[in-house]
């Protein structure tokens, strides 16, 4: 199923979509995506409830999780084209997917996907991307998902914005123009690393890694449950969605 132009509908349909979406990638995740003691969550939250709960779990032991050996997990390079990696000189400085582990029930990689919401003013872009910047220099892993077009306050997508914020390069990120949505996988390292796919409407989802260490990942099948969330929506909008232009 091609990648839809929600700019079509009125934001109110893409959380409809949003929602079903989410909570399908939770189930996918929990029916055997994850290994053994980890478990995924939908997290309904305001403000800074994240960030509050990954500082409360910052100083927690920092020692390696038990990570089962079974076959969703895979050591090999992410299937991605694209591969960024902050210089030495990068800074330190609402519903979310939580991958959570057993020991301690700590957060150790968030997926999120971009909503209107996200982009519709300056203060809502900054947000969404000091979110995940706190998330990765905590050391916690980050999967986003940008359906939506660049705009006025993210004009080389939310990726662009997130990228700027967890590197200091002198040379800027630049989306480009024949594929403006992004899927990016941040690994929460020293130096993060950005895994990214850029696609356009009409084209397929592909799969996108989503790291629960800094060098094991799950595959994620964006596509097959995108495709189940889509055809949740009710079939009056899917018409509109889908009206030639």
């Not at 969703?72 to 519903?95: E, H, Y």
Request: glycine fraction near 4%; charge should be neutral; proline fraction near 8%.
């Amino acid at each position: 199923m091609p990648v839809h132009d929600w700019t079509r509908v009125e934001d109110g349909i893409f959380h409809h979509f949003h929602n079903e979406w989410m909570t399908g990638l939770c189930n996918a995740l929990n029916k055997g995506l994850l290994p053994e003691g980890y478990y995924a969550l939908i997290e309904q939250h305001a403000g800074s409830y994240i960030a509050d709960v990954l500082t409360l779990q910052h100083d927690a032991s920092a020692s390696p999780l038990p990570i089962d050996a079974g076959t969703t997990v895979t050591q090999a390079p992410p299937r991605v084209r694209r591969r960024l990696t902050a210089s030495a000189v990068a800074r330190r400085r609402r519903k979310t997917v939580t991958i959570r582990h057993v020991s301690g029930h700590r957060i150790v990689a968030l997926l999120e996907a971009v909503s209107p919401a996200n982009k519709d003013r300056a203060r809502t872009v900054r947000d969404f991307a000091v979110k995940v910047e706190d998330a990765v220099r905590q050391g916690v892993h980050v999967l986003m998902l940008d359906l939506l077009p660049p705009g006025r306050h993210d004009p080389q997508g939310m990726h662009g914005v997130i990228w700027e914020r967890l590197t200091s390069d002198s040379s800027p990120y630049e989306l480009p123009s024949a594929e403006p949505l992004t899927l990016a996988s941040y690994v929460a390292e020293a130096l993060p690393t950005a895994h990214i796919e850029h696609i356009a409407v009409g084209k397929p989802l592909p799969q996108m890694p989503l790291f629960i260490s800094p060098k094991e990942h799950i595959d994620v099948p964006l596509e097959a449950t995108c495709q189940v969330a889509y055809h949740n929506v009710p079939k009056v909008w899917r018409t509109v969605i889908e009206a030639a232009n």
